[in-house]
């Protein structure tokens, strides 16, 4: 924020800040269903795209002052989400690993095709004419939502339902056998991560000012997706900092145009390769060493 006081973030940067929230915010989201409730899911795009086009048709056709419009438009577009979160969440959260990813891609091209067809959301051309409300000028709101969605799902896991999500995915059976109602669980984590994914959309339509279907295919449920595991399954700190690198390096590289992808690859495989070395077990071992020394 002081940065963007000042001046000192050139143009192509001050046009990143506001995708990198939104990414942030997503990879936050997902982490709740993929690294703490252990399920994989391959159609968080959709609730994105649900909380996007109704959070802008809500701001463009209320008659409100702009940010009161804005506000709406975000808990409508998470409310939204949240309640097709609800719709697919009951009865396909009986399914599990496999067959889940599969349902909730199916899910996600679904919504795609609906938004193609439907005449309220200007079908395939796109739904324009959404004001430009989070932008970079108006970043310390966008700042804002992004942290009240770390700060909501990093206490959530520390909670007494966060545990009993853990235990989900830590142990099926024992969660079950011990009283926790699995179902019910699996359920509320679904849902408060589609509701946040669906305010992500909202600040998202409100930035780019156009929004059409191809924008949430299943490329962008595989890169929220690749955010997530490649800050470590479980980690929200590892999340937002892997959304933060992947929404920027693509941007940074740019300079090399012939080789972007090919270097965006590399780093990609070189991360990863990074997060499953003994190296790192023993910078944790230290560190964890470190702390409990400092403690005592």
């Known amino acids: 924020m002081l940065a963007i006081q000042f001046g000192w973030v050139g143009r192509q940067l001050l046009s990143m800040i506001v995708p990198v ?10 982490c ?16 994105m795209s649900v909380g996007a086009y109704s959070g802008a048709l809500v701001s463009m056709n209320l008659p409100l002052p702009g940010w009161l419009s804005l506000a709406v438009g975000l808990v409508v577009g998470g409310v939204v989400a949240a309640l097709a979160g609800v719709i697919i969440g009951v009865p396909v959260l009986r399914l599990r690993g496999d067959y889940l990813a599969i ?5 996600g ?12 959301t200007g079908g ?45 995915r830590d142990n099926y059976i024992a969660a079950e056998a011990a009283g926790i109602k699995v ?4 359920v509320m984590a679904f849902v408060i991560s589609a509701f946040f994914a669906g305010v992500a959309g909202v600040v998202y339509a409100h930035n780019i000012s156009i929004l059409k279907p191809g924008n949430f295919d299943y490329n962008t449920s595989i890169e929220i997706l690749v955010m997530v595991v490649l800050g470590g399954m479980g980690s929200i700190r ?17 300079g090399v145009a012939d080789y972007r992808m090919l270097v965006y690859s590399i780093v990609l495989i070189v991360m990863m390769l990074f997060n499953n070395s ?19």
């Open 21 to 30: 929230c939104t990414n942030v915010m997503m990879a936050v989201s997902l």
């Open 32 to 47: 709740l269903i993929v690294g703490f409730l252990g399920e994989l899911t391959l159609g968080h795009a959709a609730f």
């Open 103 to 107: 349902v909730t891609l199916g899910f």
């Open 109 to 120: 091209e679904i919504i795609k095709s609906v938004f193609n067809t439907l005449g309220i």
């Open 124 to 168: 395939a051309s796109g739904l324009s004419g959404i004001p430009l409300m989070t932008t970079y000028r108006n970043f310390t709101l966008v700042f804002i939502l992004t942290l009240i969605v770390v700060v909501v799902v990093s206490n959530l896991v520390k909670s007494r339902q966060g545990r009993a999500i853990c235990a989900i």
């Open 183 to 186: 179902s019910k669980y699996k």
């Open 238 to 254: 590892g999340s937002i900092i892997a959304a933060v690198i992947l929404t920027l390096l693509p941007e940074l590289l740019r």
């Open 278 to 296: 003994k190296f790192k077990e023993k910078l944790m071992a230290r560190r964890q060493a470190a702390k409990v020394s400092k403690e005592a």
